[in-house]
């Protein structure tokens, strides 16, 4: 049966994807939201649903998943899985770690289950002994992820027997030091290796890494000590992506070791101090699609450099030092699809140069000095999908140079000077599934103004003046996954409207001060959410009831109300399973 049922590898390959749009798991609202290139998430089991059809759902766990439950609960009276086929033993050991049912104890039933992936990250109490067990699954075990544990050395030395090793990942594991590194030279079949914020490895240590000629993937984020180190994966030829992440020992000098890597795609050095002459040594990358160089100090001469680059499709030059001067050279770069220069010290004459990135999906402006004459330079980019405006000079009249930019999916208004007469010109915009408009000047006509943009799945209006009133038109926007709606002017008859957008899954109703324990019985059929914040509010504990029918609840949030951690948590032991994060916590 191989791996069929084991946790996807792919985790560890998964390539940043700049356009996709997360969950925001937020309790307070940042000043901008920020665009950010990010990593696939670890995967997570669907949560079993046993509701009946009555209760609207029809999904009903299958044998398998009943049967592991029932091993989950009585897990203590098992001694081994050995006997059991490698997958089913696979499955019970994801549903544990998932659970956070795995210890010490119950670790020790799956010596010699020859498992595949051992995916552990941050996972409490890890230490050398757990390892033991991970050993014993041998040439089998093909990824390993123990980041954030109690690790020493000698748990690195007692993965030698696991020489099939393809994925390694050991971030934030503060005890193993230099002498454990060395180790990792005899994992020849490794592809990836991640170990993040590694105080310990030094220049010198790096020398475990230049017999790893199979490595794809090589992440080295906040590694403080290995400036020069560089060196010893010239030889890598076969890397793909690589993380210098926050590495502030890294100079340009370093950056020459990479002119080799010919069959670079990825390279992420945001925050690091590199400047146009280290982007020098980049020009024979010909394979490079994403670059990110966030905070770097580089300005717009290295974009000469960049020209080179014939993949380039990704690049992140957000709080760097670009000016207008020297922009003009964006012009050259036309197979751009997403470009980042948010945070500099542009102005609406930069946009001039961007006119001719025809190809251009994801445009983040994000705290520059953009006014409305600089959007006039973005209506002939047709191809946009994502478009990021937070913190702009941006005014109702400069709207209008969006209204022909169909194919937007992914609109960010936050923190302009827009009004409701400027959103009138985006009611064309069909494609639109997010939108953000956190903005204090916005009302509830401003949300009529949208309501034929029916495919919107997120709607941000934290700080817009919303009110009862304005929660009518929500019933446009039947497809709404998450809505944040924080302007304070909410009643409990308010949300009496939001009982009928049963695609919700995060809803964002904090700081209304006049929400009271009615708010949650309009919310008790939304059986969907995963995420509920109804912070700053009237809601006592005896309001707690109405929660129960809400079984796929991960996340709740009732801080600043009558409300007690106490009852929190027995509503969680007695009726949301699911619920791994609330607050007021003990």
């Known amino acids: 049966m191989g791996g069929v049922c084991s946790w996807k590898r792919e985790y560890y390959y998964a ?24 990593m696939a998430s670890a995967f997570f089991p669907p949560v079993v649903d046993c509701q009946s059809p009555r209760g609207g759902r029809s999904t009903c766990p299958s ?37 956070r049912y795995l210890s010490a104890y119950s670790i020790e039933a799956f010596r010699d289950c020859a498992l595949q992936d051992m995916l552990l990250k941050e996972y409490p109490g890890i230490k050398d002994s757990w390892i033991d067990v991970v050993s014993s699954q041998g040439s089998s075990l093909l990824s390993l992820d123990i980041s954030s544990s109690e690790v020493t050395d000698y748990s690195l030395f007692l993965l030698k027997n696991c020489s099939s090793l393809q994925a390694l990942t050991f971030d934030y594991c503060d005890l193993i030091t230099e002498k454990g590194f060395k180790q990792i030279s005899g994992f020849q ?21 230049s017999s790893l000629v199979n490595l794809v993937k090589l992440d080295l984020e906040r590694c403080p000590r290995i400036h020069g180190g560089l060196v010893h994966i010239e030889g890598l030829t076969r890397l793909e992506s690589l993380t210098i992440r926050c590495c502030k020992c890294i100079v340009d000098s370093d950056m020459k070791s990479l002119a080799g890597l010919v069959n670079l795609k990825q390279l992420q050095t945001p925050c690091v101090n590199i400047t146009d002459s280290g982007v020098f040594y980049l020009k024979g990358l010909r394979k490079l699609v ?11 001469a290295c974009l000469d450099y960049l020209s080179d680059l014939p993949s380039l499709q990704y690049l992140n030059l957000c709080r760097s030092s670009l000016k207008d001067a020297g922009c003009e050279k964006f012009s050259t770069l036309g197979n751009l699809e997403v470009l980042n220069i948010g945070y500099n010290d542009i102005t ?9 990135l025809t190809k251009l999906e994801s445009l983040n402006l994000d705290s520059c000095r953009i006014g409305d004459d600089g959007l006039a330079n973005l209506a002939g980019l047709v191809n946009l999908k994502n478009l990021e405006l937070s913190d702009n000079k941006i005014e109702s009249d400069g709207i209008q140079h969006l209204s022909g930019l169909t194919n937007l999916e992914d609109l ?8 409701e007469d400027g959103l009138r010109n985006l009611s064309g915009l069909r494609s639109l599934k997010s939108l953000n408009l956190d903005i204090r000047q916005i009302t509830d006509s401003g949300l009529a103004a949208l309501t034929g943009l029916t495919g919107l799945t997120h709607l941000d209006l934290f700080g817009a003046q919303i009110t009862d009133s304005g929660t009518k038109y929500l019933q446009y926007f039947k497809n709404l996954h998450s809505l944040d709606i924080c302007g304070g002017g909410l009643t409990d008859d308010g949300v009496k409207n939001l009982k009928h957008l049963s695609s919700l899954t995060v809803l964002n109703l904090s700081q209304n001060l006049d929400l009271t324990d009615k708010t ?13 914040n109804v912070s700053n509010s009237r809601i006592t504990n005896d309001g707690l009831q109405h929660l129960r029918p809400l079984k796929s609840l991960r996340s709740l949030s009732l801080e600043s109300c009558s409300v007690t951690a106490e009852e929190l948590k027995k509503l969680q032991l007695s009726a949301l399973p699911n619920l791994v994060k609330f607050r007021p916590e003990l």
Not at 189 to 209: D, Y
């Open 15 to 38: 390539d940043e994807n700049p356009n996709r749009r997360g969950v925001s798991g937020r309790y307070f609202k940042s000043r901008s939201s920020k665009w950010m290139w990010m």
């Open 290 to 300: 994403l670059l990110n160089m966030e905070g770097c100090h580089i300005t717009a």
């Open 412 to 419: 960010n208004l936050s923190f302009t000077l827009v009004t």
């Open 63 to 99: 044998l398998m998943e009943l049967c592991i439950h029932k091993i989950r609960e009585d897990v203590s009276k098992f001694g081994s899985f050995s006997v059991l086929p490698r997958d089913v033993s696979q499955l019970i050991f994801n549903d544990l770690v998932y659970s």
């Open 348 to 356: 609406d004459e930069c946009l001039t140069h961007l006119q001719g």
């Open 189 to 209: 079949k490794l592809t990836c290796l991640g170990f993040k914020n590694s105080t310990a490895l030094t220049a010198e240590g790096m020398q475990c890494l």
């Open 520 to 532: 949650l019985e309009h919310l008790s059929g939304l059986t969907g959410l995963v995420s509920l």
